[in-house]
């Protein structure tokens, strides 16, 4: 039985071979876009999920005015002793440089000459392994990070330095040849899938042995990451009410301090570690995070496509069935079952579907290399993979062919037998509806597609109230080579020809500043959190960043380091009208600074546009730059830049020399628009192509339904453009039908994502008409042969038989 339903299916999809080939292609490239979106789907969603018990392990967050992930280092130890619902915690921390960049190390295997940078170094607790599934492969994870004489490193950084050797006790150097460090134990290489990573972990305790008495691991710091694994069963939330008021034992908060974190809603907030990756971006973050908005605007583009890809094969069959009308009442006749006939047909839609799926997995392994580099994730076919991408065929066979298969079983014999077709006008209404789905859907993914381009481009050419473009940005890596150089360097590097500018910097636009509290001496009760902007001379020069009032630091004048510069927007928050020369406090965690505002700066967007312009405050401290940046005016850019590193080299040459210009790292900001922006896109084209092959097969079987009618009309007289204009107006109405029910959708949709943006464009009528016209052209376009060859018809040949 089976055996004969396949051949019959087979010679089926012979017979009608145009058909077919349109609904295999069309269900190809449903599947195919599918199951790519559902591989970056599950790729994002599995984020941080293979620690054992991932549910129960969550990090502490500060909830301020400005939320930050950054908290004191003796929390996660004080939280063991304290809460009986902590099973274990841990305290983390990127070795940063004094400012806001991971500090660079240079490890160097002496016995091999072989030196590699490493930025990717942590320092953390001995109890990093009981709260992180992470193993040891050599070592052992109970004392191997309570010891002070040497590093653990992954695997990778293993191979890099001792390639097949056994790296235990052996020796590295780190930055120079006198501080060596021993390797006391090797972890298997963290998960790409993890919202951190580390080649090199540093004990804790080795950190604190070279500075016991530093402030920077006190409750007063919040700099540091802190984890939880909390017992089965915790009330997180319960738990989190409590630490605000634990909190301040430790801090020795006053009163008044207290009653206001608490009126203004402060708070220590517990994040589960699965969340992060999607759902959280806040102040230093350790890695860049995805967005939740995103995998549901992936999720509905999966559905969109799937069930347009679906519709075809639902139009085609339904539209088909007059010419299957004798072979089914033929088999009932003969006493075939109802079903029978619904194991029948649903068998071919499988066999389609199948066939589809071969054709895709074809496909994905040819756009994996493209798909990787869309996305920035890695896609290899796996049997896991190959397993799911038959499943989801098997699955959009069934779903396609249910409906089909039910209408054509349920034929009367009696009534096909006797030359009645099965055409209805319910079955045309639910096609032209399907129809109607299928463009509305394409022009909600045109639109929306169109409307994160435009602001994408909008951001691009965006004015930031600075200028981007030219900027050399080089990192300093080894500021112990530089130190009593700084000016030195700056006259060395002024000198080469096509420098304009040099300064240099704690910080640069586009990253995380550090936020401090300023007030005025006339109003000490005025906080204002701000970001602070520690800079070297000429830096308003580099950057083209123009003064509303005052001046600019001067080189010439000592006492201006003890001076500072605002934003406009500072000064509005601390309500000053003339604000140059008004004294204020900038109070760095109880390191109090008092200066003259020396000038006022222009706003200017020194963070990405998904946010307003914040308070900011420029001071001159040369012991935090972490940046040197360099303006050019030069047209060579390769031969300038040889000459800046070969200048740079004269005063560190142990470091590798890095740069980057000003604008690629402002773009990165935008990242993770523009790969859904591609990636929409790209889908976007697949889902109008899918549309256009089912409204060639529909209208290909309409049309040769309306072959008659056609050809007494050229009879009586009608022209070829009147002919033109009929064929094509019913599809042109369900079109245009299907642009009036998108537009509101997609409006509230565009809407809805330009919210992420403090600075958006308009979504204007211009992009739906644009969209519209788009759509009606490629309807047009795709009917176009058809049409032109049905206006051609010859009536005597049609006719010659009535």
């Known amino acids: 039985m089976l055996k004969n339903y396949f051949i019959t299916s087979f010679r089926s999809l012979l017979k009608n071979k145009n058909y077919s080939l349109i609904n295999i292609g069309g269900l190809t490239l449903g599947i195919t876009c599918v199951f790519l979106i559902l591989q970056y789907l599950r790729t994002e969603l599995a984020y941080d999920r293979y620690h054992t018990g991932s549910e129960n392990i969550y990090r502490v967050v500060w909830e301020s005015g400005d939320p930050q992930t950054r908290t004191p280092h003796p929390m996660a130890q004080a939280m063991m002793s304290d809460f009986p619902e902590v099973e274990s915690a841990v305290s983390l921390t990127p070795l940063w440089g004094p400012g806001l960049t991971r500090r660079t190390f240079s490890f160097r295997n002496t016995e091999k000459d072989i030196q590699y940078e490493e930025r990717e170094v942590l320092a953390v607790d001995s109890t990093f392994f009981k709260v992180f599934s992470f193993s040891l492969t050599k070592g052992d994870p109970n004392k191997a990070l309570k010891r002070t004489d040497g590093v653990l490193i992954s695997e990778s950084a293993a191979k890099r330095y001792f390639g097949n050797d056994d790296p235990m006790g052996k020796l590295l150097s780190v930055n120079d040849e006198r501080n060596t460090i021993a390797v006391i134990g090797v972890f298997k290489d963290v998960p790409a899938l993890s919202h951190f990573h580390a080649d090199i972990l540093v004990p804790y305790v080795r950190e604190k042995a070279g500075d016991p008495d530093s402030e920077y691991y006190t409750w007063k710091d919040f700099g540091h990451y802190n984890y939880v694994r909390l017992k089965p069963g915790t009330d997180a939330k319960a738990l989190e009410a409590k630490l605000l008021p634990w909190v301040k034992k430790y801090e020795d908060w006053s009163a ?397 040459n142990r470091f590798g020399f890095e740069f980057s210009f000003l604008s690629d790292t402002l773009n990165e900001q935008y990242a993770e628009e523009q790969k859904i922006a591609n990636v929409l896109l790209v889908f976007s084209v697949v889902a109008i192509l899918i549309a256009c092959l089912g409204l060639l097969g529909i209208a290909a079987l309409t049309f040769q339904n309306r072959t008659k009618e056609v050809s007494v009309r050229k009879v009586l007289g009608a022209s070829f453009a009147d002919l033109v204009f009929i064929l094509l107006k019913d599809f042109t109405k369900l079109v245009l039908f299907a642009i009036v029910l998108a537009t509101p959708v997609a409006w509230w949709l565009m809407n809805e994502w330009l919210q992420n943006f403090t600075y958006r464009v308009d979504v204007n009528p211009f992009i739906f008409a644009g969209a519209g016209l788009a759509l009606v052209g490629l309807a047009w376009g795709t009917l176009s042969a058809l049409t032109l060859k049905m206006a051609r018809v010859n009536p005597a040949t049609t006719l010659k038989n009535e």
């Open 256 to 652: 008044e301090t207290f009653r206001y974190l608490e009126e203004n809603h402060y708070k220590f907030r517990l994040q589960p570690i699965t969340d992060i990756h999607l759902r959280s971006n806040l102040r230093w973050e350790l890695e860049p995070n995805g967005n939740i908005e995103y995998v549901y605007m992936m999720s509905a583009a999966a559905i969109l496509i799937l069930v347009i890809a679906c519709i075809n094969f639902v139009n085609l069959s339904t539209a088909q069935s007059s010419g299957r009308a004798k072979e089914i009442g033929i088999r009932k006749s003969l006493g075939a079952f109802r079903g029978q006939l619904m194991t029948q047909f649903t068998g071919e839609s499988v066999l389609v579907a199948l066939v589809a799926t071969v054709l895709s997995l074809v496909i994905i392994e040819l756009m994996s290399p493209l798909f990787s580099f869309a996305t920035h994730q890695q896609m290899h076919l796996t049997g896991y993979s190959v397993a799911a991408l038959l499943t989801l065929g098997l699955m959009a066979g069934l779903l396609a062919g249910f409906y089909p298969s039910v209408f054509l079983s349920g034929v009367k014999p009696a009534s096909v037998l006797k030359g009645k077709l099965l055409q209805s006008p319910g079955g045309a209404r639910l096609r032209n509806g399907f129809t109607v789905f299928q463009f509305s859907a394409s022009m909600i993914l045109i639109c929306v597609s169109t409307i994160i381009y435009k602001q994408l481009n909008a951001v691009e050419h965006r004015s930031l109230g600075f200028n981007k473009e030219a900027v050399v940005v080089i990192p300093i890596k080894n500021r112990g080579a530089l130190r009593g150089h700084q000016d030195e360097l700056h006259t060395e590097l002024s000198k080469v020809k096509g420098v304009m500018e040099v300064s240099a910097a704690s910080n640069i636009p586009g990253r995380s500043f550090n936020q401090q509290n300023v007030h005025t001496v006339a109003d000490p009760d005025h906080d204002v959190d701000m970001s602070e902007f520690d800079v070297s001379y000429d830096l308003l020069k580099v950057l083209d960043i123009p003064l509303a009032d005052g001046r600019d630091f001067l080189r010439e004048n000592p006492a201006d380091v003890e001076g500072f510069l605002l934003n406009e927007t500072a000064a509005r928050s601390l309500n000053l009208n003339q604000p140059v020369g008004k004294e204020i406090i900038l109070d760095r965690d109880g390191d109090l600074q008092k200066g003259s505002i020396l000038g006022i700066v222009k706003d200017f967007h020194f963070q990405s546009l998904h946010q307003a312009v914040q308070p900011l405050i420029f001071t001159v401290r040369n012991a935090s730059f972490n940046y040197v940046l360099i303006k050019l005016n030069t047209t060579d850019f390769d031969a300038t830049l040889k000459d800046i590193t070969a200048t740079w080299k004269k005063f560190d």
